[in-house]
């Protein structure tokens, strides 16, 4: 998965060097790097107390059940761990696009598919998707949505 930085929502958030490194502790799929701020406050309550060091790796596995890790302090979160779906595992159930605004792959597609979307702005304009930025906190990985949801909208184009 390869990230740019578009963000168009005004979190300013950047799409470092989000390079794979690091092995998944139970997949041993590479994972990406993310920040704290994401795991610290997608993470269910009762596991919050637990996020520990700075440098943490979401397991991009679709089938994986590990979300966030540190194999540098042995910390793990699964799917069942963190607050939120998160859109690229297997059973996502709602896969948000937007995680800020709440708003579904489904619903992106369906702006594409039955109002004629074809660009992130349109999109956003029709769905309200990137309206309350506060990425580093609410997206899993800590950056904009805007790749995301250019993928659900290329999933709607393709069903045209």
């Not at 990406?32 to 996020?51: F, N, Q």
């Not at 596995?61 to 979300?67: G, K, L, M, Q, T």
């Not at 979307?117 to 930025?133: P, Q, R, Y």
Request: glycine share 6%; proline share 3%.
């Amino acid at each position: 998965m390869k990230l740019v930085n578009e963000c168009c929502c005004g979190c300013n958030t950047k799409v470092t060097d989000l390079a794979k490194v690091n092995k998944c502790p139970v997949c041993d799929n590479e994972g990406i790097s993310v920040s704290k701020v994401p795991v610290e406050h997608l993470v269910a309550d009762d596991y919050r107390m637990t996020v520990e060091g700075d440098g943490y790796w979401i397991c991009m596995n679709e089938d994986c059940s590990v979300v966030y890790y540190n194999t540098d302090i042995g910390i793990k979160f699964l799917k069942d761990q963190v607050s939120v779906p998160i859109w690229f595992k297997k059973d996502a159930n709602p896969r948000y696009a937007c995680y800020c605004s709440k708003v579904t792959e489904e619903q992106v597609i369906e702006a594409v598919v039955k109002n004629g979307a074809k660009m992130v702005k349109e999109v956003n304009a029709i769905t309200g998707a990137m309206k309350n930025s506060n990425c580093k906190e609410k997206n899993p990985l800590g950056v904009c949505c805007h790749k995301i949801i250019q993928e659900a909208i290329d999933k709607g184009l393709a069903m045209k």
